[in-house]
């Protein structure tokens, strides 16, 4: 089965310096219908202004993937981690038993992000935070491993999270085609970050949203070059 989410039909918040837009319910938006999928609770695609950003807050029990699509975002933690992750890279935070953290723009132009919440697969994991870079290019033409749970995943790179799923991300030339394997009882949420798109013959634009379960692959097929990102759930 798939489902497309397209942009214009998300939920949104647009303040002073945050412009959200919310694949599932969050903060005052609540859609019945969209609570989730999986143990994906949260997709949020944010735009956040020069010299701006998230005051320290604090959370518990949940994997916070954010992947920057556009300048930078500057984080600040309780335990002391402290780090910049720019266009392309990603950064992974394990709330746990609680985290306390600041994230800011300190940038000279907008900040562009995409924050995935995943439930973790047990409360009370030890609270952490890293990131990595992953250059665009390690991403051109195939599916690249960004962040997971799965055996194997990080020894290639991958940043560890507390749950059987995965963040892979790819960037397409126009007329390449991917086809990536579902295995049963799983399913996955594709985002394209840029570009034009075939998801399983249907037609997808930029920063739309694409459900997929009871399927045994996801063919992607570029009409336009672009980006895409896939996470893989139980």
Same mark, same amino acid.
């Given at each position: 089965?798939? $489902?497309?989410?397209?942009?214009?039909?998300?939920?949104?918040?647009?303040?002073?310096?945050?412009?959200?837009?919310?694949?599932?319910? !969050?903060?005052?938006?609540?859609?019945?219908?969209?609570?989730? !999928?999986?143990?994906?609770?949260?997709? =949020?695609?944010?735009?956040?202004?020069?010299?701006?950003?998230? +005051?320290?807050?604090?959370?518990?029990?949940?994997?916070?993937? #954010?992947?920057?699509?556009?300048?930078?975002?500057?984080?600040?933690?309780?335990?002391?981690?402290?780090?910049?992750? $720019?266009?392309?890279?990603?950064?992974?935070?394990?709330?746990?038993?609680?985290? #306390?953290?600041?994230?800011? =723009?300190?940038?000279?132009?907008?900040?562009?992000? !995409?924050?995935?919440?995943?439930?973790?697969?047990?409360?009370?994991?030890?609270?952490?935070?890293? =990131?990595?870079? !992953?250059?665009?290019? $390690? +991403? =051109?033409?195939?599916?690249?491993?960004?962040?997971?749970?799965?055996?194997?995943?990080?020894?290639?790179?991958?940043?560890?999270?507390?749950?059987? +799923?995965?963040?892979?991300?790819?960037?397409?030339?126009?007329?390449?085609?991917?086809?990536?394997?579902?295995?049963?009882?799983?399913?996955?949420?594709?985002? +394209?970050?840029?570009?034009?798109?075939?998801?399983?013959?249907?037609?997808?634009?930029?920063?739309?949203?694409?459900?997929?379960?009871? $399927?045994?692959?996801?063919?992607?097929?570029?009409?336009?070059?672009?980006?895409?990102?896939?996470?893989?759930?139980?």
């Amino acid at each position: 089965m798939i $489902e497309i989410i397209p942009f214009r039909s998300l939920g949104r918040f647009d303040g002073e310096w945050l412009s959200a837009r919310y694949h599932f319910s !969050f903060a005052d938006y609540i859609d019945v219908d969209r609570m989730g !999928f999986g143990p994906l609770r949260v997709w =949020n695609d944010d735009t956040i202004l020069p010299n701006t950003g998230f +005051a320290p807050h604090g959370h518990r029990d949940m994997e916070i993937i #954010t992947y920057v699509r556009r300048g930078a975002i500057t984080h600040h933690d309780h335990l002391g981690n402290h780090g910049r992750t $720019e266009a392309g890279q990603v950064q992974v935070m394990s709330a746990g038993t609680g985290i #306390t953290h600041s994230e800011y =723009n300190r940038e000279s132009e907008p900040a562009e992000i !995409f924050q995935i919440w995943l439930l973790p697969n047990a409360r009370g994991h030890a609270p952490r935070w890293e =990131n990595r870079p !992953f250059p665009r290019a $390690e +991403a =051109n033409g195939h599916l690249t491993v960004l962040a997971s749970g799965r055996a194997g995943d990080t020894e290639h790179g991958a940043l560890w999270i507390n749950q059987d +799923a995965a963040l892979l991300g790819a960037e397409l030339r126009a007329g390449q085609i991917l086809d990536y394997p579902l295995q049963p009882d799983r399913r996955a949420y594709l985002v +394209a970050g840029s570009g034009h798109f075939l998801i399983n013959g249907c037609e997808v634009v930029a920063r739309d949203g694409v459900a997929i379960s009871d $399927e045994t692959k996801v063919s992607i097929e570029a009409l336009a070059a672009g980006e895409i990102l896939l996470t893989d759930l139980p």
